[in-house]
């Protein structure tokens, strides 16, 4: 009769035994990747391509580093990510000034060269509207309607 009598079981205590376990198993076949120097060379995947770039720095948390790529962009990537070559070193664009750029020094200058090739200033924003024809339905066909936006 004790085999029907109900067991109170500490859940807690099961699941962390079935993680350390889990742990254990992992563990077996895991390895840490070694610290990569500054001026190293890596491949990593960006836009779907595989790309060279030069380790910059180590970000902060400990597992990112700051690479630049061959198109000039500085990208932020996990070790994991990153994998040392022996090639050489690729040739880095220069970074390209972007339009939405809001630094002061870039400011001046744009605006210098649209104001002499105009005349005018240029506009704060474009409003566009779509180009689509629309067409009332059929049941409207008795009616006057003027159709404004």
């Known amino acids: 009769m004790n085999s029907l009598r109900p067991v109170v079981v ?10 350390q376990q889990q742990k254990k198993i992992y563990d077996r076949s895991a390895k840490a990747l070694p610290p990569l120097q500054e001026g190293k060379v890596v491949r990593l995947h960006h836009n779907g391509e595989s790309q ?3 380790v910059r720095e180590r970000a902060n948390p400990t597992r990112y580093y700051l690479v630049d790529t061959e198109d000039g962009s500085t990208l932020r990537r996990n070790r994991r990510h990153l994998r040392q070559t022996a090639e050489d070193q690729p040739i880095i664009a220069p970074h390209l000034i972007d339009e939405c750029d809001p630094s002061p020094s870039a ?3 744009r605006r210098q060269s649209s104001t002499l090739s105009t005349g005018q200033p240029p506009p704060t924003s ?6 689509r024809t629309t067409k009332l ?4 066909n008795d009616y006057v309607m ?4």
């Open 126 to 131: 474009i409003i566009r509207r779509s180009a």
């Open 146 to 149: 003027t159709v404004t936006y």
């Open 52 to 54: 060279r770039a030069i």
């Open 137 to 140: 339905p059929v049941r409207f």
């Open 107 to 109: 400011q001046p200058a």
């Open 10 to 19: 500490n859940a807690r205590d099961q699941l962390i035994a079935r993680q």
